[in-house]
Structures are given as C-alpha cells and as structure tokens.
C-alpha cells in the first residue's frame, strides 16, 4: 500500500536515481536522519552497496525527498514515527 509521498514526481524521480545509479555499480549514502528526519542508520556503515535495497527517505513531514537510504533504515524510522504518533493521540484522548 503506497503512501501519497510516494506518488510525488519527487519520489519517483528520486526513486528513478537511485535506481539507476545502482545498475551503475555506484555506492550510495543513507541519509536517514539527516535533512529534517528522525531517527538514523542502523547499519554499521552509511554505504549503501549497489546490490542492497535502497528506499527513497522524506523528511519527517513526509513532503521533501531527501535522498537514498537503506530500506531498514527507512522502515525501521517510519514505524517509530507511527508508533509515536498513536502515543500522543492516547495522551490527548
Ligand atoms: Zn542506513
């Protein structure tokens, strides 16, 4: 189930980049954490091989593409942010 930031022609431009690159052969940095978004990378290293799963992160707001990151990473970021969001509505209510 697609996400609407993920129907951008940001996104898929960016989605579009990352996947060429890679078919290149280039190294890519995961940028979680950077750029106006939470979290950050769990892998030992920022490099993102070309044979590994690069997703394409937002910001937190979820409006500004800001670059690869390694899809644990991205995912791992959006679920804390879910979760985080579902506390604060249990506070409110
Ligand atoms: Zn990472």
Redo the contacts with the bound molecule.
């Keep these: 189930m697609a996400r609407p930031q993920h129907r951008t022609p940001e996104h898929r431009a960016e989605r579009k980049r990352i996947t060429a690159a890679q078919a290149r052969g280039e190294w890519l940095i995961?940028v979680?954490g950077w750029h106006g978004s939470s979290g950050?990378?769990?892998?030992p290293t920022?490099d993102?091989a070309p044979t590994d799963e690069a997703h394409v992160a937002h910001n937190d707001e979820g409006n500004v593409v800001i670059g690869p990151?390694?899809a644990?990473?991205?995912v791992t970021d959006g679920g804390q942010r879910r979760h985080v969001a579902k506390d604060v509505t249990r506070w409110v209510l």
């Design positions: 995961c979680q950050g990378c769990l892998h920022r993102i990151a390694h644990l990473c991205n």
